[in-house]
Every structure is written in C-alpha cells, then in structure tokens.
C-alpha cells in the first residue's frame, strides 16, 4: 500500500539494445556549445572556458521515433547528440574516475524551440520554455560501453530527407566526455541514471513536419525521427 495522495507518475526509461531490459533516467545534462564550429554559427567564441550545461526534464525523453512539432513556435531547430548514460555517481570527481561512471552510449536529439529560446536570451531569462518541452529529447536505445569501448572520435551526423545537414567528429568535443562528467560533478551530485548531453557540431537548423531526420553516431545504429 502506498501513501502517495496521488498516482505516482511513472519513472522514464530508455531501451537497452538487444535486451528487455531498461535504463532508468534521473536527470538529463546538456552541455552548450561545447563544438567549436557550432559555437561560432551561434554567434560565439570557441575559446576554452569554463563549460555551462542546462537542464532537460527526463520526462522530455521519446524513443518512439516520432516528434511532434510542438505548440507556440514557428521555428524548431534539431541538434544530434552522443548520449552517455551513468550506471553510478560521486561529488568532486577526478579525470581519471570520470569513465569508471559510464553505463553505455546512445544517439539523442535536443529539439529547440529556438525562437523561445532566443526570446528568453535577450530577456536574461532562463532557457526551459524553449528547451524542456514535452518530447523535446528524442532519443535511441542505450549500447552499454562494454560493447562500444570508449568512444572518444567518429563521425556524428544528422540527414533531413537523406540531406546531411549535420557532419562532424566526437573527437571536437571542446570538452571530452570525463572533463563533463568531472565538472559535473563539483557542482552536482550525479548519480546513476543520468543522461549527458555532450553537444552538437555545426548545421543545427529548423525542422518542418512530414521530414525524417536521421541521426547518426560512429559505433551506435542510427536513430530515425519522423516529426508530426
């Protein structure tokens, strides 16, 4: 018997592929304009500095492969992503335990609405409305890293109609994924079932309905998003 007064809402998940099993989501990290070229199309400098993330709900999360253009906007961009999954967490973590934290990779969209986006920009308020929408994070089955290894270079890309639009390597992360997972870590206390986000090169653009974005990772199946 539970004292929840309400139904207790269920618990988001991702597949794992290959099995029955599924991936628990507790929180969602994304990490902004961490490839340089991405940064310098968004009208910023590439320079290292201190990484900045904000946050997705875990109940934004969709594996259904479909999007639903969502209401309020006229201009949704798509973003392709590495996902990396944590099987365990810590505070004030060093670089060289950051990987022991990694469950398994995936491929994920940070769908934008980016007109709200920018209007919250020049407003100096925060970015939710136009980033933690309802399935704003589409995203493909997890791979564990026992069957991926490390993967730290090869090709991300995003087609729209078999028009690639999206096309660069994991190896220009600006921040590698142990250096997001550490900074994490001293602000947060992470912990099993979290998502990072670790960012998106160059080509972001807007999205219409009827179009299929495929989206791809090197060492995980491609992942393919019809929007609605």
Request: overall charge negative; charged content about 25%.
């Amino acid at each position: 018997m539970s004292d929840y007064v309400i139904p207790s809402p269920l618990r988001p998940s991702l597949p794992i592929k290959g099995t029955s099993g599924r991936f628990p989501v507790r929180r969602i990290y994304c990490i902004g304009r961490n490839y340089a070229d991405h940064a310098i199309e968004m009208g910023h400098d590439p320079e290292k500095e201190s990484p900045f993330f904000f946050q997705k709900n875990a109940e934004n999360i969709d594996s259904s492969g479909e999007f639903p253009y969502p209401p309020e906007t006229n201009d949704v961009h798509f973003e392709v992503e590495m996902i990396v999954a944590l099987k365990s967490g810590g505070t004030n973590l060093e670089l060289d335990e950051a990987m022991q934290l990694v469950f398994g990779y995936g491929v994920g969209l940070d769908m934008t609405r980016r007109d709200l986006q920018g209007e919250m920009k020049k407003l100096g308020r925060p970015w939710e409305i136009g980033k933690a929408f309802e399935r704003s994070a589409p995203m493909g089955p997890l791979v564990p890293i026992d069957e991926t290894g490390q993967l730290e270079s090869g090709a991300i890309s995003l087609s729209v109609d078999g028009a690639v639009r999206q096309n660069g390597d994991l190896n220009q992360m600006i921040w590698k994924v142990p250096e997001q997972i550490a900074y994490l870590s001293r602000f947060y206390d992470i912990a099993a079932g979290d998502l990072i986000m670790s960012g998106t090169p160059a080509g972001v653009g807007p999205i219409q309905k009827g179009e299929i974005m495929e989206c791809c990772v090197a060492g995980l199946d491609p992942f393919v998003v019809k929007v609605v």
